[in-house]
């Protein structure tokens, strides 16, 4: 029996983690997996409610590190993982995605001689701005093991020197969970609740500190989905960031817009399924919305997942009026990609990972 530990810390973590607890799961003879859950997102609405969506156990562990800076949130967490690693001695630590509690988890469990892995390894902005790009970079440069979900994810890592021998290919949990939850999406009543008829409206979701921190930008943007609203309804869960930033700036949202409260998983599962047309800055919506072929118009400057571009329904777009209004107008012509599914975006990522990990620790 192994013992094997999986981090989850803020929103995008939860279902990329659900799916692969569900495989050690399936085989208890062989597998003691738990959960360390370190707090970075706290509210019921960026946690409590993935946990019950994606039917995923309460964590064996929970740091409860909350806010703060970037350097504290990183130290909160390493102090709080060290304990958790030192009591439990895990015989592997499982990171996912590019959070801070990702890069800051893996640097404790690789100092303690513990055999780590990243999941969803080798993806890459090039804007070294971004956080999450160094915790990208970071993380990739120090685990044992490097799980990948697209093609260009294994080109960077190869070109940045990585032994072959510890990069796998196995697909994309996060659409792992998505398989899992589509049907119950189907029977949410988000859409009654808030009026909405399916296949009518935009959905939006804006969170990344270059599109939200700043007030003539956030108002730019604002007014854009405000104009978007002239031509569809208009829904906008909001992000904590965003809403913060909206209060303090003072700014004013378009009546037109329906605001909402960040939404469940299953919730907001069911709102993009159903939506004419997505306008985010997400990773994860970008590959969501590849895998559900809905048309998706991001707004930043560069994306870590180019497959959902060169194969997918995602286009990139300067995050200013002209690019996402001439996006959003491409996308009325009919002019958007229709799109097609990456290789192994088939609902059964978690189980290679677990099959790997197995022959991994058999054979060290
Ligand atoms: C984090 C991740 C980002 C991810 C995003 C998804 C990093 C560096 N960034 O950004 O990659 O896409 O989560 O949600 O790890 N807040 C709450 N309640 C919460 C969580 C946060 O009110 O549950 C507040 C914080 O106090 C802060 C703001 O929201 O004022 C932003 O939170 P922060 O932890 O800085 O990161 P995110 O922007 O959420």
Request: glycine share 8%; hydrophobic share 40%.
């Amino acid at each position: 029996m192994k013992r094997v530990i999986s981090v989850v810390g803020a929103r995008p973590n939860f279902m990329k983690v659900a799916p692969i607890h569900r495989a050690f799961a399936s085989d208890p003879q062989s597998w003691d997996h738990r959960i360390v859950h370190t707090g970075q997102h706290y509210d019921a609405a960026m946690s409590d409610a993935f946990f019950r969506d994606l039917e995923m156990p309460h964590p064996a562990y929970f740091l409860g590190v909350g806010g703060g800076t970037h350097t504290e949130q990183t130290a909160k967490i390493m102090l709080g993982f060290e304990k958790v690693c030192q009591e439990s001695q895990p015989d592997y630590v499982i990171v996912v995605g590019d959070v801070n509690s990702t890069i800051a988890c893996a640097m404790v469990s690789v100092k303690l001689g513990i055999r780590t892995a990243h999941v969803e390894a080798g993806l890459r902005s090039f804007d070294r701005t971004m956080p999450e790009e160094i915790n990208r970079l970071a993380t990739d440069a120090i685990v044992d093991d490097l799980f990948v979900t697209e093609q260009s994810g294994l080109d960077h890592l190869l070109h940045e020197g990585v032994d072959p021998s510890r990069v796998h290919m196995v697909g994309n949990t996060m659409i792992d969970s998505l398989h899992f939850a589509r049907q119950r999406a189907e029977q949410s009543g988000i859409h009654a609740q808030i009026g909405l008829q399916r296949g009518t409206y935009c959905l939006v979701t804006m969170h990344r500190p270059s599109n939200v921190d700043d007030q003539d930008h956030l108002r730019e943007l604002i007014g854009v989905v405000g104009d978007i609203a002239l031509s569809m309804p208009v829904v906008f869960p909001v992000h904590p960031r965003t809403r913060k930033n909206i209060d303090a700036m003072g700014l004013a949202v378009p009546e037109a817009v329906t605001l909402l409260e960040p939404a469940g998983y299953i919730d907001f599962l069911a709102l993009m399924t159903h939506a004419r047309v997505v306008l985010t800055d997400s990773g994860g919506i970008q590959e969501e919305t590849t895998a559900l072929g809905v048309p998706c118009i991001t707004a930043r400057t560069s994306t870590e997942r180019p497959i959902t571009v060169s194969m997918g329904t995602n286009v990139l777009v300067n995050p200013s009026r002209d690019g996402i209004m001439g996006a959003f107008e491409r996308f009325l012509r009919a002019e958007h990609p229709v799109g097609s599914l990456p290789p192994l975006w088939d609902g059964h990522a978690a189980e290679r990972i677990v099959h790997q990990i197995g022959i991994l620790l058999s054979a060290s």
